[in-house]
């Protein structure tokens, strides 16, 4: 087990270090774009995932906290307040909306809860759309780079997961699967589900805003209500689902595979990724709900019992009445 | 003014109508099978499309394709029941809700591109010879197509409640809402019971998207509207209960209507999703669903 | 067991990494067969440098979405003319001392403002394009045109009204396209001319305005201008684009006793209005909806209640220009029907840049740009040139639904047919 951590440690550097070098050895916008692109759906995927994965409250409302971050950064942004303060205040507000919905919408328990974001962020799509109809600008578009805001994004992904990794090892993080596992368990136990569940969403909520915030840095033009389109929920919740919920690498997988599918199929013949994405996340819900992560164990513990079977034969040909293999 | 007003709210009242239409498949649906279906809309979308196709292509009249639009909305619903829904019949009751809402956003996804690429994403609408004919009562207008809705729900309502209450199936439907195991002890086929709401359920979201086509417009990103519009009517009327959803419909077209009057016409939509939350906070039983509903 | 997670985390992303960096599959080329001829413009030996192969044009176009039947107009024609151009062997660009053919790469945005930068954005640094050819609808311009200013990228565009984004300071903004002062004016001009009996005119307007930079822009300029031409603004009232019920805003004009209309819905929006207000039984004398008519399915959406509306799109396939038979003889090949109506403007925009790349002579982006800018030139819409703004002095004809066809009414030297008035 030590020695698989040390490996894990290394490969995780490893991928870090390629990703920071990544613009400096490719000087190619298209290819830092793509990567943008997959980092932004990382981290609305992995902000899903710590309510939806680990606390078990589908929320398909995950767009209004993207939106609201957004929001906030570039109304900010736009209109003179510094950036660092504008680029903050996008989690902030995000939070904020949390902590005032938290407290009813957990009222709602299971699918009403799901439904009832849903409403919401429709309801704040609508309302955003209304007041401002309007395109925003980046106000400082002549000087526009996109190496800050690769770095940006990375930034905060790797921020993201490694809260994530940290918050699922930690007593609330135990709290949290305990609430998702059965809420009236979990209160016998003395594990407020309120408690954990409105922790859950407040930390969703920050990095969603947070997301919002790069995306308000990154985009050149947008309308301010676009961040609240429903996609901006469901692809990153069928990402979760795809790579494998409640789990920290789950999200990740689903966002890359998301990202290359639609590389992939997407000029050539229209919206097939979307097709094909779709029908892969129904067979996961239906038959596999630990999704491609779940696979790759499944895979693995075939592998394994097989080798370990054919090392069982060799032993029994060889040393005959030796008991000695330990089996997993 | 006050005839402005007496205008707005019989236009509620028909669209109401609608509205209750398109959620009483979805309810339909929930009350037997316990699937959340929010693919419904897209279900929409389809019958929409069959009858727009067969009034551009065959020349047939929107309101003598509805037999149409009701059989392959009833064989589409019964292939997703087969090869989707059927599967998560076993779990229980909260995890089959949960999965089925995920499984029917992956299904809205799917439809929502396969109908982009075989019906483009130019909106569609049917328009007869006499879509503008009206008659007046009162000084208020009462156009056709907006009549029809009416009288098209209402006769649906009826064939729906002889089905449930005088067939065979009907009443196996209706044990099965009540107890599923005490049904399947029964000797009811529980598959088939779902198969057939399931079915039901998709044929009524076929005749309301006819109604759409002719009433509004149709195009491959309006399932999620349409969807909204009915889970807000079916929390509105009650989960299951079916006469509740046609008040449910009428109540958020009166809501819509009012708020265009009084507010302003683009926060109609907003005004039926704050009534739906707060219905969903005080009283997730619905308006009118009793306690244990 | 994390281990291998993490492997295959890392095999991901450099897969992706790969994928990325591996050309993207090469979108359909307009022409892929164009012959390339040499051409010795003097007798003297002069070296050229290699020419390349194609000169790249990047495009996002709305073919799907709300805005689909405006964009899939409006990509026929870029296809037509650069197919034309192309069989002539494509443009001469003195630098290499040869033509070269053109090729687009458009992709579809779905009428998404998002998906629309992004395709600008992949075009720019993969195809490496010397220049950008608008999609359609002036809420997608203003997406894309600050991609093209940021990249330093001519952009041409055209159904594309909005006169306020050519006020930011845009350098690289070019659209041969009527805009909103034009409209405004020419609406009231256009109906003062064709109804010459005062009072015969409508007099009470109903404004619809729809929520967007352009419709607010669009709606205050029909209201300033309605005044000095003799109308009466009785009804002003904004609404979001997508609203699906606006019998409210119809009643309410109704109770205004409003006979007149004008808005600037999108075409599903339009749609709406003209079927509700008929069931509503408002029947205005004249109702201008720009944009939202020059889908070519208008009149079997709309059917009886979309007849004698009227639009402004800057071209009409019976103007008679030079070149115009034979788009319209294609198009009757390709769609049984003379060229749609945007299809005219943005065949202009590849004649204008065609003449630009080859009076700057190079494919540097800068002297393209220079040269657009200096553009006087006869096309298929007329004699173009441009303001120092980027917006460009061009005809604004109007055109009307009449029996499910698109006829040029105004102004008179041009028409087709004559004037519908009131709508019956």
Not at chain 1, 298 to 309: E, G, I, M, Q, V
Not at chain 2, 28 to 44: C, D, M, R, S, W
Not at chain 3, 206 to 214: C, G, V
Request: glycine fraction near 10%.
């Amino acid at each position: 087990m030590k020695k698989n951590n040390i490996i894990k440690l290394i490969l995780i550097i490893v991928v870090v270090a390629l990703l920071v070098v990544l613009p400096l050895v490719i000087k190619n916008d298209s290819t830092i774009n793509l990567v943008i692109l997959v980092l932004l759906y990382i981290l609305l995927a992995s902000s899903w995932n710590i309510l939806g994965g680990y606390t078990g409250q589908t929320n398909l409302g995950h767009a209004a906290f993207f939106g609201v971050g957004s929001l906030t950064t570039r109304l900010l942004w736009v209109n003179g307040v510094p950036f660092l303060l504008s680029f903050l205040a996008g989690g902030v507000v995000a939070v904020i909306l949390a902590l005032i919905i938290g407290a009813p919408a957990f009222k709602l328990r299971g699918v009403y809860f799901a439904i009832g974001t849903l409403a919401l962020a429709q309801m704040l799509n609508l309302t955003v759309g209304n007041i401002l109809p309007e395109m925003s600008y980046n106000p400082d578009l002549a000087n526009y780079q996109l190496l800050p805001r690769y770095y940006l994004f990375l930034g905060l992904t790797l921020i993201t997961i490694l809260t994530a990794a940290i918050l699922v090892k930690s007593r609330i993080g135990l709290g949290m699967m305990a609430v998702r596992e059965g809420e009236d368990a979990a209160e016998s136990l003395g594990i407020s589900a309120l408690k954990h569940k409105l922790i859950a969403l407040s930390i969703s909520a920050f990095f969603a805003g947070m997301a919002g915030a790069a995306f308000a840095y990154y985009h050149v033009s947008f309308y301010y209500y676009m961040p609240f389109g429903s996609e901006w929920t469901f692809d990153p919740m069928m990402m979760a689902y795809i790579g494998g919920t409640g789990t920290i690498i789950g999200p990740i997988i689903g966002a890359v595979f998301f990202v290359l599918l639609k590389q992939l199929l997407v000029w050539n013949v229209g919206e097939y990724h979307l097709i094909i994405f779709g029908t892969l996340f129904i067979l996961i819900v239906l038959f596999l709900p630990g999704g491609l992560v779940e696979i790759w164990q499944k895979f693995r513990t075939f592998l394994t019992k097989k080798t370990k079977r054919r090392k069982k034969v060799l032993l029994k040909a060889t040393i005959q009445n030796e008991d000695g293999i330990q089996r997993e | 003014m006050l005839q402005s007003l007496g205008q707005n709210l019989v236009f509620g009242l028909l669209v109401g109508a609608l509205y209750g239409l398109v959620a009483l498949g979805l309810s339909l649906i929930f009350g037997v099978t316990k699937f959340l279906n929010v693919a419904h809309g897209e279900l929409v979308m389809f019958g929409g499309y069959a009858s727009f196709y067969a009034f551009s292509m065959l020349g047939l009249d929107p309101f003598l394709s509805i037999p149409l639009t009701i059989i392959i909305l009833f064989v589409l619903g019964a292939i997703l029941y087969r090869l989707v829904f059927s599967r998560t019949i076993k779990l229980p009751e909260e995890s089959k809700i949960k999965n089925t809402l995920l499984v029917a956003f992956g299904l809205s996804v799917i439809f929502q591109n396969l109908a982009l690429r075989f019906f483009t994403a130019d909106e569609r609408g049917i328009t007869t010879s006499y879509f503008s004919q009206a008659f007046t009562l009162g000084g208020v207008r009462f156009p056709l197509p907006k009549v029809a809705i009416l009288v098209v729900t209402v006769i649906f309502l009826i064939i729906l409640q002889l089905i449930l209450k005088k067939t065979y199936t009907g009443k196996a439907i209706r044990a099965t809402t009540q107890n599923w195991e005490a049904a399947s002890l029964m000797g009811i086929d529980i598959h088939k019971v779902y198969l057939l709401s399931f079915a039901m359920g998709a044929a009524l979201a076929g005749v309301a998207g006819t109604l759409v086509a002719v009433n509004y417009s149709i195009q491959p990103s309006m399932g999620l509207g349409w969807t909204m519009k009915a889970l807000i009517v079916m929390v509105l009327g009650g989960l299951g209960n079916i006469p509740g959803t046609i008040i449910g419909g009428l109540i958020l077209g009166l809501t819509e209507s009012t708020t265009s009057f009084f507010i302003s016409s683009n926060y109609r939509e907003v005004a039926g999703l704050v009534l739906f939350l707060l219905v969903l906070i005080f009283r997730p039983q619905g308006l009118f669903g009793s306690k244990e509903a | 067991m994390k281990a291998r997670m993490s492997i295959m985390a890392l095999v991901v992303i450099i897969s992706l990494l790969l994928a990325s960096c591996t050309p993207a599959p090469t979108p359909t080329p307009v022409a892929t067969q164009a012959p390339l001829e040499t051409q010795a413009p003097t007798a003297t030996e002069v070296q050229y440098p290699p020419a390349p192969e194609y000169i790249e044009i990047g495009a996002s176009i709305p073919l799907t979405g709300k805005f689909g039947s405006l964009g899939s107009q409006v990509k026929v024609g870029y296809d037509y003319a650069i197919a034309d151009i192309n069989a002539d062997g494509g443009v001469y660009v003195a630098e290499y001392g040869t033509k070269i053919p053109l090729r687009l790469t458009a992709y579809d945005d779905e009428s998404d403002p998002t998906k629309a930068v992004s395709n600008l954005e992949k075009v720019f640094t993969e195809n490496n394009v010397v220049a950008y050819l608008g999609g359609a609808a002036s809420g997608m311009h203003a997406a894309t045109t600050a991609i093209a200013e940021k990249n330093k990228v001519p952009y041409l565009g055209v159904s594309f009204a909005w006169w306020n984004i050519h006020q930011r300071g845009y350098k690289y903004l070019f659209s041969p396209f009527p805009k909103s002062p034009d409209q405004a004016r020419d609406v009231f001009k256009a109906l003062n001319e064709l109804v010459p009996t005062k009072e015969e005119r409508p007099t009470n307007i109903a404004i619809f305005q729809e929520k967007t930079d352009w419709g607010n822009e669009l709606g205050g300029l029909f209201k300033a201008d309605a005044g000095p031409a003799g109308y009466t603004v009785a009804y002003y009232a904004e609404y979001a684009p997508g609203t699906t019920d606006f019998s409210t805003l119809i009643m309410e004009a109704q109770a205004a006793n409003a006979d007149m209309l004008l808005g600037m819905p999108n075409t599903p929006d339009g749609i709406a209005i003209v079927k509700q207000a008929a069931e509503l039984g408002w029947e205005p004398k004249f109702i201008m909806l720009v944009r939202a008519p020059d889908a070519a399915t208008w009149g079997e959406a709309t059917g009886t209640a979309g007849d004698s509306v009227t639009m402004f799109a800057g071209w009409h396939s019976g103007e008679n220009f030079d070149g115009i038979a034979e788009i319209n003889a294609k198009h009757q090949t390709d769609f049984s029907r003379p060229a749609d109506i945007l299809v005219g403007p943005a065949y202009a925009c590849v004649q204008i840049l065609a003449a630009g790349i080859e009076k700057a002579g190079t494919l540097d982006r800068d002297a393209i740009r220079d040269a657009i800018a200096a553009t006087e030139m006869m096309t298929v819409m007329g004699n173009v040139s441009f303001n120092a703004d980027g917006t460009g002095n061009v005809l604004n004809p109007l055109v009307q639904w009449q029996d499910g066809k698109m006829e040029l009414v105004w102004p008179a030297d041009q028409k087709t047919a004559d004037f519908v008035y009131p709508i019956p």
